[in-house]
């Protein structure tokens, strides 16, 4: 089976994808839309990842691969509905990531809580002069309230290291009723009264659904000294927004793991001091990138074998 793979992965995951006839991308960037149609032409199966455009474009012209195997649990890069009717089957890696991207919504938080990235530039940029009672003050985190926008995997996991571990009372919005979350959270019945929290993460699929979830009226729901994390998918966020309400002082700060255009990031959201800045590491630690690699290959083996496949969207 001739498989291309839109990015270099861990030496584990590409050991075990040896046993197909496997072409590596040598680009760090997103495919683009000529590159996701011959590759859907010259190959089998491929194994697109964040930003690879996939869109219904992709599948205007001839098409040999029958199986989309993406890297990650997100699929927004990918046309499901068009992919399904050009007869290619998309799967992802749900689970996963689960962890590891809830590591990061809390170290987003407690980073934008307590200042932490503008402490760091301020003392590599050799201002310190030692410390100070009143330098640098930012906000206690245990026993605040934490509003979770998306109590899927990822978003409970958030919500057990908040609660569990810092003592934080959980609400949080979804669109389906989840009467019994798994641990002490509540409910509410609308956006604005979870983005009303002291600590607001986002946690929900990207997507159309999801387009512009949060936009200036959901962030005026915040108290002034509220502060927003996005660990989710950039495009769930009004980035222009979000970065007027900052600059406004409309929020306190905020963390950012995700963009809306990524790989670009607004100079204007370089510039602010009140906001944490992530390249996307969400899922950056190698035995998690282990995981997620071997339930590519585990989608990959059971299509050339004619098996059910453990991951289908």
Request: with cysteine; glycine share 12%; hydrophobic share 50%.
């Given at each position: 089976?001739?498989?291309?793979?839109?990015?270099?992965?861990?030496?584990?995951?590409e050991?075990?994808?040896?046993?197909?006839?496997?072409?590596?991308?040598?680009?760090?960037?997103?495919?683009?839309?000529?590159?996701?149609?011959?590759?859907?032409?010259?190959?089998?199966?491929?194994?697109?990842?964040l930003?690879?455009?996939f869109?219904?474009?992709?599948?205007?012209?001839?098409?040999?691969?029958?199986?989309?195997?993406?890297?990650?649990?997100?699929?927004?890069?990918?046309?499901?509905?068009?992919?399904?009717?050009?007869?290619?089957?998309?799967?992802n890696?749900?689970?996963?990531?689960?962890?590891?991207?809830?590591?990061?919504?809390?170290?987003?938080?407690?980073?934008?809580?307590?200042?932490?990235?503008?402490?760091?530039?301020?003392?590599?940029?050799?201002?310190?002069?030692?410390?100070?009672?009143?330098?640098?003050?930012g906000?206690?985190?245990?026993?605040?309230?934490?509003?979770?926008?998306?109590?899927?995997?990822?978003?409970?996991?958030?919500?057990?290291?908040?609660?569990f571990?810092?003592?934080?009372?959980?609400?949080?919005?979804?669109?389906?009723?989840?009467?019994?979350?798994?641990?002490?959270?509540?409910?509410v019945?609308?956006?604005?009264?979870?983005?009303?929290?002291?600590?607001?993460?986002?946690?929900?699929?990207?997507?159309?659904?999801?387009?512009?979830?949060?936009?200036?009226?959901?962030?005026?729901?915040?108290?002034?000294?509220?502060h927003?994390?996005?660990?989710?998918?950039?495009?769930v966020?009004?980035?222009?927004?979000?970065?007027?309400?900052?600059e406004?002082?409309?929020?306190?700060?905020?963390?950012?793991?995700?963009?809306?255009?990524?790989?670009?990031?607004?100079a204007?959201l370089?510039?602010?001091?009140?906001?944490?800045?992530?390249?996307?590491?969400?899922?950056?630690?190698?035995?998690?990138?282990?995981?997620?690699?071997?339930?590519?290959?585990?989608?990959?083996?059971?299509?050339?074998?004619?098996?059910?496949?453990?991951?289908?969207v």
């Open positions: 089976m001739r498989v291309l793979v839109s990015r270099r992965l861990t030496p584990k995951v050991a075990a994808l040896a046993a197909f006839e496997t072409h590596y991308r040598e680009s760090a960037a997103p495919m683009t839309l000529s590159e996701c149609r011959a590759a859907l032409a010259g190959f089998d199966a491929v194994v697109p990842t930003g690879d455009a869109g219904a474009e992709a599948f205007t012209g001839p098409i040999r691969a029958r199986l989309l195997a993406n890297f990650g649990v997100g699929v927004n890069h990918i046309d499901v509905v068009a992919a399904r009717a050009a007869g290619v089957t998309v799967t890696t749900p689970g996963a990531v689960t962890d590891a991207t809830a590591d990061i919504a809390l170290t987003l938080l407690l980073m934008s809580a307590r200042r932490a990235g503008e402490g760091e530039r301020f003392l590599r940029a050799g201002h310190w002069q030692g410390w100070q009672p009143t330098q640098l003050l906000q206690h985190v245990s026993g605040k309230s934490l509003g979770v926008i998306g109590m899927g995997r990822i978003g409970r996991a958030v919500a057990r290291r908040a609660h571990g810092f003592g934080m009372q959980v609400r949080f919005f979804n669109r389906s009723a989840l009467p019994d979350p798994g641990l002490p959270a509540r409910q019945e609308t956006l604005a009264e979870a983005m009303a929290a002291d600590f607001v993460v986002v946690a929900v699929p990207g997507g159309a659904g999801n387009w512009h979830l949060i936009d200036r009226a959901a962030l005026a729901a915040m108290p002034a000294h509220g927003f994390i996005n660990i989710s998918r950039g495009d966020v009004d980035e222009g927004a979000l970065i007027a309400a900052l406004a002082g409309q929020i306190a700060g905020a963390g950012l793991d995700v963009y809306e255009h990524e790989p670009d990031v607004p204007r370089i510039a602010l001091e009140n906001v944490t800045l992530l390249p996307h590491l969400g899922t950056a630690a190698e035995e998690v990138r282990d995981g997620m690699g071997l339930m590519v290959v585990a989608n990959l083996v059971a299509f050339a074998a004619g098996q059910t496949l453990p991951n289908p």
